[in-house]
C-alpha cells in the first residue's frame, strides 16, 4: 500500500513511506514484498534526487536492500535507472 501511495504523495509523506519501506527491508518478507511489487523499482527510482535528500537515502537503502537479497532485482533496477535516465536526456534535448 505504501508504494502505491509514493507517486503523489508530498514530501513529508513521502519520507515517511520509504523510512517504514527501509525498516520493512531489514526483513526478508519485507524485502519479497517490495520485490515483488509491480511499481516498487519505478517508484524507488524515481524518488532518486526528485524529492529530497533523505529520500534519495531511503530509496537507495531500499533498492540496495532488495538488490543485495535479489540478483534478478538488480536486474531490473538497472533496466529502469537505464530507461529513466535516458527519458531525462530526450527531455532535455527536444
Known sequence: MLIKLLPDAKRGNVE????VLELLC????GRAAVA????AMAALVHHLHTVSNLATELS???????CKASPA????????VSLTFLLNVLIFLS
Open 36 to 39: 515483488n511489487h509491480a511499481l
Open 60 to 66: 537507495v537503502a531500499i533498492l540496495w536492500s532488495v
Open 26 to 29: 531489514t526483513i526478508a518478507e
Open 16 to 19: 515517511l513511506a520509504l523510512g
Open 73 to 80: 532485482c538488480l536486474v531490473l533496477l538497472l533496466l529502469q
